[in-house]
């Protein structure tokens, strides 16, 4: 069955990094989009960043752009987000996500606490 299994969240303080990972399964990882989104408590899902099929092109959110990579391995089924300089706003539940032509699926996200 299809799964997206996500890790890497934790508690850091301001300023550092983490980087998230997203085990893809159950689908062919290569042909679908993955997107990484966020869910921060009371607020609305948001979406983190996008890379294409192929790795071809990423596009980051306005916010975290220039803080935020996200990359993919194909040959592991795996698609990843680096965080860096990290604020106590990006504290959320993140979330991996595919799109494809089977579908969307969704990972049970991992948690990323930014506090001092």
């Known amino acids: 069955q299809v799964q997206l299994v996500e890790s890497g969240g934790d508690l850091v303080q301001p300023g550092g990094s983490l980087r998230l990972s997203c085990a893809a399964s159950?689908?062919?990882?290569?042909?679908?989009?993955m997107r990484w989104y966020r869910q921060a408590p009371g607020k609305e899902r948001e979406l983190v960043a996008t890379?294409?099929?192929?790795?071809?092109?990423?596009n980051v959110a306005d916010s975290m752009k220039g803080r935020f990579t996200i990359s993919r391995d194909n040959a592991k089924n795996m698609v990843y987000l680096q965080m860096n300089s990290l604020k106590p706003e990006d504290t959320a539940v993140y979330y991996c996500?595919?799109?494809?032509?089977?579908?969307?699926?969704w990972g049970q996200g991992t948690q990323v606490t930014v506090s001092s």
């Open positions: 159950g689908f062919r990882f290569s042909l679908y989009v």
């Open positions: 996500s595919a799109v494809g032509l089977g579908g969307s699926y």
């Open positions: 890379i294409t099929s192929h790795g071809g092109s990423t």
